[in-house]
């Protein structure tokens, strides 16, 4: 399972390409759902995804795309069943060097998804996870969501999980 996951995902991500490289831009949403729906599929089995570059991507199309709090709950579900998925290679997240690596990248859509859905405890059981996934990403993700908040007419309980996480990690820049 874990090679047809890895070689439907190759297949996927050439697909991708050459959508891009023949400009078919009508098409990437099309390509990005294909990409989250295989990785929901792996992760549904069992297998271990050792490739998230397509999913991630995939994900972070979508979630752009939505606006309604249900559909953002239920798509930052999947991509956490996703994330579970993830090799453990990925997982260490050891080279940072590159900050669109698609570890941290889903991770991140998790947290925008979790936190548009103004859905206070979606926010606290994705942001604990994300504190342990990316520790070092969470000072600035929760200082430009306290800054999205203070423009925005989000409730009282959204400002403050973001507030009570913001003060556990403080931005140090």
């Not at 979508?62 to 953002?72: H, Q």
């Not at 239920?74 to 080279?95: F, G, K, T």
């Not at 996870?129 to 600035?140: A, N, V």
């Amino acid at each position: 399972l874990d090679e047809l996951t890895a070689y439907g995902l190759d297949l996927l991500d050439r697909l991708a390409f050459l959508v891009r490289k023949i400009e078919i831009m009508d098409k990437r949403d099309t390509v990005a759902r294909m990409f989250a729906s295989m990785g929901v599929w792996a992760a549904r089995r069992g297998a271990t995804i050792d490739n998230l570059e397509g999913t991630a991507d995939g994900f972070g199309m979508i979630v752009n795309g939505l606006s309604a709090p249900d559909d953002l709950r239920a798509i930052c579900a999947l991509m956490q069943e996703v994330i579970d998925a993830a090799s453990e290679r990925l997982q260490l997240d050891e080279d940072r060097s590159n900050a669109w690596r698609p570890w941290r990248v889903i991770n991140l859509n998790a947290g925008i998804a979790a936190t548009r859905s103004l859905d206070p405890e979606l926010m606290e059981q994705t942001f604990e996870k994300m504190g342990r996934r990316l520790p070092y990403d969470m000072p600035g993700f929760l200082a430009d969501g306290m800054r999205q908040t203070a423009f925005q007419n989000v409730p009282d309980a959204v400002t403050e999980v973001m507030r009570r996480y913001r003060d556990k990690w403080p931005n140090k820049a």
